[in-house]
């Protein structure tokens, strides 16, 4: 399978290769040239395999050549087999047409863990054929940071350097990553900056010759196309429970930077017979008013109970613009480039028809959000987070046919926003008990002043040149 940019120009990549860059030397970001396709029976062959088999089964396609079916599924027996629960992705049922496919079994409880175990392991395979090593960059409002550290910690010719904004984390998040002691693993907290500012800086230094002369610069965050190949399988492996190929399913995706959305689509395109994807939004609603509105205009980030979802510029929603306006590389580098200079752009007629035909979009607010907590504990005994509950908010006002089920992704456990969801059900979810000691634990964090210059010099000093 080869890579191509989104923005047309840079050079074309095989797996490999697209799991160790980062954004595309073009500015665009890796896509599979084809979608790859399963038929009917194809996919009724899947049903009853167990995740690890099933994963490696879906995978294969867009790995191609870089692992042999063996190999990729022994990779995928060793992501999984850390997850607390043997189906990795359990679902749950709330009532007659809403259920809940549970992301957060893995070691620092949100789906992040789903792809970024397996993005880990694939670092380290692809990383001992050569004498490389990998530098990784990432930003994080928390739950990124956790997952990609405890993904890589320890990992030989991987060092991970993970911004987060200093007092913006909540302390579960925080201590999730300080108190991983691992000599490649550096925290720093940037003083007086928001998430966007981390991730600006940690865009900038994908651009700066100085540090890419030097160093491998790799990316855990979702441009990353691997992570989104990951995080294909579970809608499969969902839809097969409930009926698919011969049944449709709908599902209701908590979003921010579009990931776990666009694996969605992609799934779809894959043949899974997917009826709706619902596209939730907290306050910060830039996707909500794409899609109903076909206005991608950035607005100011609002700091809310949900702060994964606190975000204005979608990375992966140009993943979506490039497949449906026709693949067309220059064409969307011209539309992106009106965007980053105005903070604005109109989509397509294409592009709004095409995402009209599978996607929905709502956006929830902060009532809304505790009225679907409070719904979901009172009427099934469920504990969901705030993320969750945008997304549940969503599939119940969806206004679905009533006999297509909706599967609404439950991307983070409760007990890592706890104040909201004591707040909205009296109850104060508990961690764990295979994260039990969290609080007892030593931390190490270094602290920045959020500057450019801070962060390059920091990393420049600690991590090592990409020949070794
Ligand atoms: C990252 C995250 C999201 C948003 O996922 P995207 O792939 O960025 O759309 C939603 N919920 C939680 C808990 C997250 O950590």
Redesign the pocket.
């Given at each position: 399978m080869e890579y191509v940019s989104t923005r047309g120009t840079a050079p074309t990549l095989d797996f490999e290769g697209a799991t160790l860059a980062g954004l595309a030397s073009d500015g665009g970001l890796y896509v599979p040239r084809e979608w790859p396709r399963f038929d009917a029976a194809e996919i009724a062959a899947m049903r009853g395999l167990p995740y690890a088999k099933l994963a490696a089964r879906i995978m294969q396609p867009f790995v191609g050549e870089s692992l042999t079916l063996d190999r990729l599924e022994a990779l995928c027996e060793t992501a999984y087999g850390r997850f607390s629960h043997d189906a990795v992705t359990p679902l749950v049922q709330l009532d007659g047409q809403n259920w809940l496919m549970e992301l957060f079994h893995g070691p620092t409880l949100?789906?992040?863990d789903v792809a970024l175990q397996l993005l880990g392991l694939l670092f380290e395979e692809f990383l001992a054929r050569s004498d490389r090593n990998l530098t990784i960059v990432g930003a994080t409002s928390?739950?990124?940071g956790s997952a990609a550290i405890d993904a890589v910690a320890g990992r030989a010719k991987v060092d991970i350097f993970m911004l987060h904004p200093k007092g913006r984390v909540s302390d579960v998040q925080r201590r999730q990553m300080t108190t991983v002691l691992a000599p490649n693993v550096h925290n720093l907290a940037l003083e007086g900056a928001s998430f966007d500012d981390c991730q600006a800086i940690v865009k900038r230094m994908f651009n700066d010759r100085a540090m890419t002369d030097r160093f491998a610069i790799g990316a855990v965050n979702?441009i990353n196309w691997a992570r989104l190949m990951a995080q294909v399988v579970y809608y499969f492996a969902t839809a097969l429970q409930l009926g698919a190929p011969d049944r449709e399913v709908a599902f209701s995706?908590?979003?921010?930077?579009?990931?776990?959305?666009f694996a969605g689509y992609v799934a779809q395109q894959m043949g899974l017979p997917i009826a709706r994807l619902i596209v939730a939004t907290n306050v910060n609603d830039i996707l909500y008013r794409a899609l109903a509105f076909g206005d991608y205009s950035q607005g100011t980030v609002t700091a809310t109970a949900?702060p994964?979802?606190d975000?204005q510029v979608?990375s992966?929603f140009e993943r979506l613009l490039f497949d449906l306006g026709g693949r067309d590389g220059l064409a969307l580098s011209a539309q992106m480039a009106g965007f980053e200079a105005t903070k604005a752009m109109q989509l397509t007629n294409a592009q709004r028809e095409g995402a009209a035909g599978l996607f929905t979009s709502c956006r929830a607010d902060a009532d809304q959000m505790a009225h679907a907590i409070r719904w979901a504990w009172e009427h099934c005994g469920e504990l969901i987070?705030p993320?969750?509950a945008c997304a549940l908010h969503a599939a119940r006002v969806a206004g679905l046919d009533p006999a297509v089920p909706i599967v609404t992704l439950a991307?983070?456990h409760a007990a890592?926003f706890p104040e909201a969801v004591e707040r909205a059900t009296g109850q104060r979810p508990g961690l764990p008990s295979r994260v039990g000691d969290l609080f007892e634990r030593e931390e190490r964090c270094v602290g920045l002043t959020g500057t450019y210059d801070a962060v390059a010099g920091f990393v420049a000093e600690r991590a090592t040149p990409k020949a070794g």
């Open positions: 949100a789906f992040k928390g739950d990124t979702s995706v908590p979003t921010g930077n579009f990931g776990d959305v949900s994964s979802m975000i979608s992966n987070d993320h969750t991307t983070a890592k």
